[in-house]
């Protein structure tokens, strides 16, 4: 009789503990699930965020375009191209002028320098000019103010009495080219 009631017990017992392994088994697996969802979901939105960052950093470049696209051209004029520097020539003739100087200007050398550092080039020039005390700050303050790209290299007064008369003035810099 103990054996029978035994298996009569013994077998809902094997059913409930099967039913509760299945059950074990299918949690844990859906926990898993679950947490991997998560995982999916943090990423999603981490990217999202990203993404929302990078439409409105977007946005902003656009706007700062179209605030500074009218200066593109200036920019780009900066720096004439090597083989077109006839308008900086006559630049430098117009300033002279404007300033009542007369004015010889040469470039030292047709050879281009390499500037590697700022994938450009260079090319000395010389302007020779004579004029008074006035005239010379007046040409000066023109050069700074010029749209190209120049550096002064060195800057030589010579005056026969007195620096209120005529004087000779002579210019050595580097002209920067495309």
Same mark, same amino acid.
């Given at each position: ?70 200066? +593109? %051209?200036?920019? $780009?004029?900066?720096? @004439? ?8 020539? =006559?630049?430098?003739?117009? &300033? ?55 550096? +002064? %290299?060195?800057? $030589?007064?010579?005056? @026969? ?8 003035? =002579?210019?050595?810099?580097? &002209?920067?080219?495309?």
């Amino acid at each position: 009789m103990q054996d029978n009631t035994f298996k009569i017990i013994s077998k809902p017992v094997i059913r409930a503990m099967v039913f509760l392994m299945i059950a074990l088994i299918l949690c844990i697996y859906l926990a898993s699930m679950i947490s991997k969802t998560s995982v999916d979901i943090l990423e999603k939105q981490k990217t999202l965020v990203l993404y929302q960052n990078s439409q409105e950093q977007a946005a902003v470049l656009r706007e700062g375009f179209q605030q500074v696209a009218s200066y +593109v %051209d200036v920019v $780009n004029n900066i720096f @004439p191209a090597a083989e077109d520097v006839l308008p900086f020539i =006559n630049a430098m003739q117009d &300033l002279a002028s404007k300033n009542g100087m007369q004015h010889v200007f040469k470039f030292e050398t047709a050879a281009l320098q390499p500037v590697e550092e700022l994938n450009l080039n260079k090319i000395p020039f010389n302007v020779s000019l004579s004029g008074t005390q006035s005239q010379f700050l007046g040409y000066l303050s023109g050069l700074e103010k010029m749209p190209y790209f120049t550096q +002064v %290299d060195s800057l $030589n007064i010579t005056s @026969p009495q007195s620096l209120e008369g005529v004087s000779q003035m =002579n210019i050595r810099g580097l &002209l920067y080219v495309r």
